[in-house]
């Protein structure tokens, strides 16, 4: 059976919403559902964040060497780790939130049923969902960029705005992925596999910690074959006011491309499922 928008019958002369429309009327729901759990993520997307900055930026960082021409332009270490930390920290938050979360709305607690049981088409839902996610992950940035911004890590009063630009496209890119994942497997217990052996090897190799030359020439070519060190290097050459701007083009078109298809792949993932 080729998949539909929808796997509810809509009433004769129920009418079509604009995508705007919809979103902007699932926007209460999202609200409610942020209000209700952000105490349950608080450490996880506020303070762990932290606690890295802490421990690896200020405590570790105080035994390299300040030395810009192996820290990629950076004047000292918590200038160089905390854009990629911030990056990495996006496709974290992202893809948390597309996880567990979206398979438990039509799995468990099947809120998408109810909301495609409305004029809402489910691909509008995805959007929907996406967006929310997008914005979360936006602000919960905003906030790490703000708490390190009095340390001196930006290069630029313009610094902070054009890394917060880089770290929020990583984490749609990656929402994205996850939820077109999500949506095609047929357990939960998937993600497990994919946050042990995907999204914790990203984090480490991605040169948020290290510059990807030190993996030496095949390992540094398979790091930035990876999404995350495109926004990693992205995040960091704006923070740093040290923006190569052919670099800087590749790593952008390379997250907008992911974000295109990655959408693709989420809103027909979640179609095929609602089909079922």
């Given amino acids: 059976?080729?998949?539909?928008?929808?796997?509810?019958?809509?009433?004769?002369?129920d009418e079509r919403l604009s995508t705007a429309t919809a979103v902007r009327r699932m926007a209460p729901y999202w609200l409610t559902v942020s209000l209700r759990t952000w105490r349950g993520s608080v450490v996880s997307a506020f303070l762990a964040p932290v606690f890295y900055v802490v421990a690896m930026g200020v405590l570790l960082g105080g035994?390299?060497?300040?030395?810009?021409?192996?820290?990629?332009g950076a004047p000292d270490y918590l200038s160089f780790i905390v854009p990629g930390l911030v990056a990495g920290h996006a496709m974290q938050t992202a893809v948390a939130d597309t996880s567990w979360p979206v398979f438990s709305n039509f799995k468990w607690n099947r809120v998408y049923d109810s909301m495609v049981a409305t004029p809402i088409t489910v691909r509008q839902v995805a959007f929907a969902h996406l967006?929310?996610?997008?914005?979360?992950?936006?602000?919960v940035c905003a906030i790490f960029d703000l708490v390190v911004a009095p340390f001196g890590v930006f290069g630029s009063w313009?610094?902070?705005?054009?890394?917060?630009?880089?770290?929020?496209?990583?984490?749609l890119a990656f929402a994205t992925l996850m939820y077109g994942y999500a949506c095609r497997v047929?357990?939960?217990?998937?993600?497990?596999?994919?946050?042990?052996?995907?999204i914790f090897p990203l984090f480490l190799?991605?040169?948020?910690?290290?510059?990807?030359?030190?993996?030496?020439?095949?390992g540094e070519r398979v790091a930035q074959l990876t999404p995350l060190w495109h926004?990693?290097?992205?995040?960091?050459?704006?923070?740093?006011?040290?923006?190569?701007?052919?670099?800087?083009?590749i790593n952008l078109a390379v997250l907008v491309g992911v974000s295109v298809l990655g959408g693709w792949w989420a809103v027909s993932g979640l179609e095929r499922r609602m089909a079922r």
């Fill in 1 to 13: 059976m080729p998949p539909t928008t929808t796997s509810t019958t809509r009433a004769p002369g």
């Fill in 63 to 72: 035994f390299i060497a300040e030395d810009p021409s192996r820290l990629e």
């Fill in 131 to 139: 967006f929310f996610v997008w914005l979360r992950v936006t602000v």
């Fill in 158 to 171: 313009w610094g902070p705005f054009g890394a917060l630009g880089a770290q929020s496209l990583t984490g």
């Fill in 186 to 198: 047929e357990s939960d217990a998937a993600f497990g596999v994919v946050f042990r052996l995907a």
């Fill in 205 to 218: 190799f991605s040169g948020a910690f290290f510059p990807v030359s030190n993996l030496g020439a095949v």
């Fill in 231 to 249: 926004g990693v290097n992205l995040s960091r050459m704006l923070s740093l006011d040290t923006v190569d701007l052919s670099t800087a083009a």
